[in-house]
């Protein structure tokens, strides 16, 4: 990776949203950091001067004999391939691996990968056409093969789109999460499942522990559409491995850290050391955009009056000579204690938002997981509570996806019905899309 000046690295902005007040006592301090990458994506596709070749993709097709079931799927698959090889802009390197029991290379083969132009796209087209399906599912196994490829590559950017249409049956939950623990951090993934004879909680695992986005394709014909606008959203990145830092006073315990939106991700556990009293948390590629984070802390008890620094947050990009970091823009949470209960009484409504949208993704999965066990009782409770939660905050695409599971009495109650036949597609779109949020609005 290039060490980037700041005129060519994408102008990121941190904005804090909090209540700094606290009442006398009070110890936990919440904010909501807005940020903001500005000027990535905008050049169109082209890398910004002074960069190293911008990105790698590897794309990891599921071959194994249930895309067979309908037949239409591993054409589909086929086409959505290339549809995404003919989305790479000129000059991108890339690879296609077919995923069975073992991770073969389709295209370019011999542990290399190629690099985007009108012949090698036409070339990975002509061996797309050669894909067949037979075999087993072992996603590791593809997970380390484009860790291979991807490693080989001077890139700024390392990207993995993964196709798959059933369980990973074929190795244990142990080997998939090594291989996950061995490629977090070297490349980001997005993970997608087609049709319904899937694992929602692989994929969205994988997706998540590899910071990319998780979806489900319920209709094979909609692969195309879907894995072009993948294709998209990562040709718009334009810097990786930008590191959230957490710098705390003496004192003060962190709490949580999550990402709030546009999806809900609990970082906490993904902290790693950098120096005195600060930890990094992975944030991923950026492009154009802009995302929240919900930081807590917990600080010591002080007086009527006194105000301290609660926490400094700093986006910062490593240097790959091993320099210092560059920070790319910070932001201050702070706590002041006051006798005024109003000002330490009032939620700073960012806080309450995103407070209320980790809540509803949390009790869709309960209310899910109480649903498959037999716990209608349960169910019911946990699922009327996310009606009216989404209700509440506006997330009018969660709604819709609840009303197809529960017949809604009153959503501003959270009375509702579970319904007595519900699609297996509708249930697993509920649980696979569960952790998206709606912005607040400011």
Not at 179 to 207: N, P, S
Not at 321 to 327: H, I, L, R, V
Not at 420 to 425: D, N, S
Request: with cysteine; net charge negative; aromatic share 4%.
């Amino acid at each position: 990776m290039a060490n980037f000046s700041k005129s060519n690295v994408p102008q990121f902005s941190v904005e804090v949203y909090q209540n700094e007040y606290l009442p006398e006592g009070g110890r936990e301090v919440n904010g909501i950091i807005t940020v903001t990458s500005t000027g990535g994506g905008t050049t169109g596709g082209v890398p910004l001067p002074g960069r190293a070749t911008g990105a790698a993709v590897v794309i990891m097709v599921d071959c194994s004999g249930s895309m067979d079931y309908p037949p239409t799927k591993m054409r589909n698959a086929r086409d959505a391939t290339a549809a995404a090889v003919d989305t790479l802009r000129d000059g991108t390197s890339f690879a296609v691996v077919a995923g069975t029991h073992v991770a073969k290379e389709v295209y370019p083969g011999n542990g290399r990968l190629a690099v985007a132009d009108p012949r090698t796209r036409a070339e990975a087209r002509g061996a797309l056409r050669r894909l067949s399906a037979g075999g087993g599912t072992a996603i590791g196994t593809w997970l380390r093969l484009a860790d291979r490829l991807l490693g080989a590559a001077d890139v700024d950017i390392r990207h993995g789109i993964l196709l798959t249409d059933g369980r990973n049956e074929h190795e244990s939950p142990e080997d998939l999460r090594a291989a996950l623990d061995a490629c977090a951090g070297r490349f980001t993934c997005d993970a997608r499942g087609v049709g319904t004879d899937w694992e929602v909680k692989e994929v969205t695992g994988i997706a998540s522990a590899l910071l990319g986005t998780a979806d489900i394709v319920a209709d094979p014909a909609g692969l195309s559409a879907d894995f072009t606008q993948m294709m998209e959203n990562a040709m718009g990145k334009e810097v990786a491995d930008v590191a959230l830092r957490l710098w705390t006073p003496v004192g003060v315990e962190i709490q949580f850290v999550k990402q709030v939106a546009p999806t809900v991700a609990d970082l906490t556990g993904r902290r790693t050391e950098a120096g005195p009293r600060a930890g990094d948390y992975p944030t991923g590629s950026w492009g154009d955009e802009s995302r929240d984070y919900h930081v807590c802390v917990r600080v010591p008890e002080a007086g009527i009056g006194q105000e301290m620094l609660a926490a400094r947050v700093s986006l910062v990009l490593p240097d790959p000579s091993g320099g210092a970091p560059q920070t790319l823009s910070q932001g201050l949470v702070r706590a002041v204690w006051t006798d005024d209960m109003v000002a330490s009484t009032s939620i700073n409504p960012q806080v309450a938002h995103y407070t209320g949208q980790a809540e509803l993704a949390q009790v869709i999965q309960q209310g899910l997981d109480a649903r498959k066990s037999g716990d209608f009782d349960g169910a019911t409770a946990k699922l009327g509570r996310a009606v009216q939660l989404a209700s509440a905050s506006g997330n009018e695409d969660t709604a819709k996806l609840l009303s197809k599971v529960v017949d809604v009495v009153d959503a501003a109650t959270g009375t509702v019905r579970l319904k007595a036949k519900v699609a297996e597609a509708d249930e697993m779109t509920l649980e696979t899309r569960s952790t998206k949020t709606v912005r607040v609005k400011k």
